[in-house]
């Protein structure tokens, strides 16, 4: 019998029992399957509750940190930032010490641009996200600068170009200031207005908030801030009001621009600081100015940092009605 009849007989004979073995492996399958399925989500509630315990565990021998880090969390600080913030919190400290101990903390790792930044003058862009406040800061800076130097002195430039009265906008307060108020396409645009503006003694540069259709143009003012002679500095306008995740893409969207710091607005708005001043530890950000109003020139003012984190941490709570509300939930994962 050569190979070719033993395969033949082989299909004939175990047809039937062939087609019955082959419902039986597929039920077999089906029901290994679901043991699997069962499996994993018994192996993840198991995972659960013994992170439950492990953290239960850590809150019971270090109830303070572990209040504090649950606190700086819902104030909207990054975990690994909170983590780094607590760590030189001592065994057994109480509430009033772990505070000062986060305030001391995050003095040590949050950055001021230290002297103004109007105060060396030259040539400022901010950018940011779409309505951060860019424009009203150009505004509330160029009068700032234009009460202490004069107006002759300054000049403005927009590159927005796209959003329908975003010239306007700027030039309406160049009118008031009595400054000139220029527009820029493009990379070549600003390089001549830069050009023709070379005698200011500050150029402020407002640009377009970051949407998809301004990638091109962050690209360009990269290009002409990474190649040209010319020194711009470069300004993150961060609205306070924003989640972390959208300060985060707002520092990623122009991370091909060297920055040179941060101007905080919106700080009237927000309900808590502890997002923003996350984001500014998290990229070493130093902060400039924060804003708290819409009136221009008024509402801008130099960053004070003690003042930023006193209205951080006094915000974390008084820690005792915590301290009890996690002594229930203690009872309750114990039932
Ligand atoms: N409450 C409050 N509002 C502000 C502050 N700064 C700016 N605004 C308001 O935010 C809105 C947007 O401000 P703009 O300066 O136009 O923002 P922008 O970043 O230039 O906006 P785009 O050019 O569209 O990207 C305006 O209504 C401003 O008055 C601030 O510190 N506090
Ligand atoms: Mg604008």
Redesign the pocket.
């Known amino acids: 019998m050569d190979q070719g009849q033993a395969a033949s007989l082989s299909q004939a004979g175990f047809g039937q029992a062939g087609f019955a073995q082959a419902n039986n492996g597929q039920q077999n399958n089906q029901a290994i399957d679901e043991l699997r399925q069962e499996m994993a989500s018994m192996r993840q509630l198991l995972q659960h509750q013994v992170n439950g315990l492990v953290e239960q565990d850590i809150t019971r021998r270090d109830p303070i940190r572990s209040m504090i880090l649950e606190q700086l969390a819902t104030a909207g600080f990054d975990s690994e930032i909170a983590s780094q913030l607590a760590i030189d919190i001592p065994p057994g400290a109480d509430f009033n010490t772990a505070k000062q101990v986060i305030k001391n903390s995050i003095a040590r790792r949050l950055v001021t641009t230290n002297n103004d930044v109007l105060e060396q003058g030259g040539i400022i862009a901010l950018l ?10 150009v505004a509330k800076l160029a009068a700032r600068y234009a009460m202490q130097y004069g107006s002759d002195q300054i000049a403005l430039i927009t590159t ?1 170009s796209y ?1 329908i009265g ?1 010239y306007e ?1 700027l030039n309406t307060y160049g009118k008031i200031l009595g400054c000139p108020v220029k527009v820029a396409k493009d990379a070549q645009q600003l390089a001549d207005a830069l050009y023709q503006l070379r005698n200011k003694r500050l150029i402020l540069i ?1 640009t ?2 970051m949407g998809q259709r301004d990638i091109r143009l962050s690209e360009q003012l990269a290009t002409l801030v990474n190649t040209s002679h010319v020194n711009i500095r470069s300004f993150l ?1 961060l ?1 306070a009001t924003a989640q972390r995740k959208v300060l985060q893409e707002a520092i990623e969207q122009f991370r091909k621009i060297p920055i040179s710091g941060c101007i905080i ?5 927000a309900i808590g600081l502890g997002e923003i001043m996350s984001v500014a530890i998290g990229h070493s950000l130093p902060i400039g100015y924060v ?4 009136r221009v020139p008024e ?2 003012s130099l960053v004070d940092i003690n003042e930023l984190i006193n209205n951080v941490v006094d915000q974390l709570g008084d820690g005792q009605s915590q301290l009890s509300s996690s002594s229930s939930r203690f009872v309750n994962l114990n039932r």
């Not at 607005?265 to 708005?269: A, F, I, L, S």
């Open positions: 940011g996200p779409t309505g951060g406040g860019k424009t009203t800061t927005d959003r975003a906008q407002d377009a908030g306008v609205p607005t919106k700080v009237d708005e804003t708290n109003g819409q509402d801008i």
